[in-house]
């Protein structure tokens, strides 16, 4: 079926390479879900098509030429400013039900309580959950999310339910299915000889078969395919220290043979940076040492977080390539630390931006993301660092494709790329008045001014609403599912709260390990 064109008309696009303050008003041209014309090439781009195109009733019709079968839906974006979608590139589905539930928490605390939610859910709760944190990104300028996907067990009704809801939302999603081989227990250093042993099964012991996981991912590749191209896969161990040296280098050979990109958590808080170093010796006490030797680290390769990361691995990063996507949000709410974003940046390195977890982040915001990127840069230093607005937003952007192998096809409004954009209203106060486009999208936009999305040259949202799926029906099946999720939480915290006091102690031994560098604003100690 031929898709319908666009045509965005009178809007202020907003162009990377172009005027970030005061970009110009022009057209866009889409056909197939791409973005054919921009600007007076708009006009060519429609006589080239068959004629003067006549508008009535708010459509296009053609007497011939490339549209003769097909009419053009015209959206009058006078008075608003269009952008690239937004690429939110990390990001986990299986907690969004328990958005609000948790604070005041470091990852090993929150991991007791919001790990366990992935497994054994029932497949009306996998779709909602599904479903509620895509509608937030589109809802949120997101046009492409990328999910490591944590669920239990791996099944293909339970993978059918999550991508099918994907498609129904109408977003774009980088998919990676989370794979590991060692127990949470075992890789949270300092606190398994500690624990008594009717206790260990609430921090995690399960062990799943490595050769098993990857059959399961390489066979869903194959059966799922990329739902016209809304689906591109990518591979997902979920971190150096709860994987085996040998799914490390299954990943890598597997991402070899398929042309993947592969997403891993690496360095997310300082106990991660002591099992590193005590356990992973013959890497030299480095997770990114490691990553070098399974083939895990260059331009195929993101790291979520890096926060912990020495000068030497920072060096490995930038030399070998390896994207860095960064998480503010979740990392202080985790007091996870601040990350080296000077230092990647001093080396080149590709930054892209994520929201992380709804019950970690409580938010699918990248306008947040971005005012963080550039208010934490003071953080690391008083001087002026080059951290701007702009750089945000390319790594909202254009960072973010480039670390799913997707630069040239979405990220930019360019001619040629697939047509993923939103609109966004500046008569909104965030804009009033109206000085800086990019400086007013990072610092003053909040996501209420999001007035219409677009994925694949296909409307998703408009008026500030979803248009694909029922979002008050959505509210209401949420609503029916949340008692059994309480329940289940009740549950997990009466658990954690029986292991509480050895994390902290655990983390106390940690925390007197020295290391070389320091992430937090405070004590050298902590």
Request: negative net charge; aromatic residues 4%; charged residues 20%.
């Amino acid at each position: 079926m031929q898709q319908e064109a666009l045509l965005i008309r009178g809007g202020r696009v907003l162009d990377a390479g172009g005027d970030l303050d005061q970009p110009p008003v022009c057209d866009l041209l889409i056909r197939d879900g791409v973005i054919v014309a921009v600007g007076e090439a708009v006009g060519e781009a429609l006589a080239a098509a068959g004629g003067a195109l006549a508008a009535a009733g708010g459509a296009l019709t053609s007497p011939g030429g490339a549209f003769k079968t097909a009419a053009a839906r015209v959206i009058d974006a006078s008075g608003m400013l269009v952008i690239p979608g937004l690429l939110n590139m990390h990001y986990h589905s299986h907690d969004v039900l328990a958005r609000g539930m948790f604070e005041d928490l470091s990852l090993e605390h929150w991991g007791v309580l919001a790990g366990p939610l992935g497994a054994k859910r029932s497949l009306a709760e996998v779709r909602a959950r599904t479903l509620v944190g895509a509608i937030e990104c589109l809802r949120n300028g997101i046009t492409t999310v990328q999910d490591m996907s944590s669920f239990s067990p791996m099944s293909d009704e339970v993978l059918d339910t999550i991508v099918d809801a994907y498609a129904e939302a109408g977003i774009r999603v980088v998919f990676g299915i989370t794979v590991r081989d060692r127990s949470q227990l075992e890789t949270t250093p300092y606190l398994a000889e500690r624990l008594p042993a009717e206790l260990q099964s609430v921090i995690g012991t399960g062990r799943d078969d490595p050769a098993v996981q990857m059959a399961f991912v390489e066979r869903q590749i194959g059966r799922i395919g990329t739902r016209g191209g809304l689906l591109r896969w990518a591979l997902a161990p979920s971190a150096p220290q709860r994987c085996s040296p040998g799914l490390l280098e299954s990943v890598a050979d597997l991402s070899r043979r398929l042309a993947l990109p592969v997403y891993t958590h690496v360095y997310e808080t300082r106990m991660q940076r002591v099992f590193a170093l005590e356990q992973l010796q013959a890497w030299g006490g480095s997770a990114v040492k490691l990553m070098q030797a399974t083939g895990l680290l260059g331009p195929h390769v993101t790291i979520a977080h890096g926060i912990w990361p020495d000068e030497a691995e920072l060096d490995l990063i930038g030399a070998s390539g390896t994207h860095v996507v960064l998480n503010m949000l979740s990392n202080l709410k985790l007091k996870s630390g601040v990350a080296p974003m000077l230092g990647y940046r001093a080396r080149g390195v590709n930054i892209a931006l994520g929201c992380d977890n709804c019950s970690c982040s409580d938010v699918q915001s990248l306008f947040q993301v971005m005012k963080l990127y550039c208010l934490l840069a003071a953080v690391s230093s008083p001087e002026a660092t080059g951290v701007t607005a702009a750089e945000a937003f390319i790594a909202a952007t254009r960072g973010g494709a480039r670390s799913a192998g997707l630069a040239g096809v979405i990220g930019e409004l360019k001619v040629g790329q697939r047509a993923d954009l939103s609109l966004l209203d500046l008569s909104d106060p965030a804009w009033v008045p109206y000085n800086s486009a990019v400086r007013q999208l990072v610092y003053s936009e909040s996501g209420r001014s999001v007035h219409t999305v677009i994925v694949d040259g296909r409307v998703v949202v408009e008026a500030g609403r979803a248009v694909t799926v029922d979002e008050a029906a959505l509210r209401d099946e949420v609503a029916s599912l949340m008692p059994q999720v309480r329940q289940d939480i009740d549950r997990l915290r009466a658990g954690h709260a029986q292991v509480r006091g050895h994390i902290d102690a655990a983390q106390k031994f940690a925390r007197d390990v020295p290391l070389p560098m320091h992430r937090f604003v405070g004590p050298q100690s902590r």
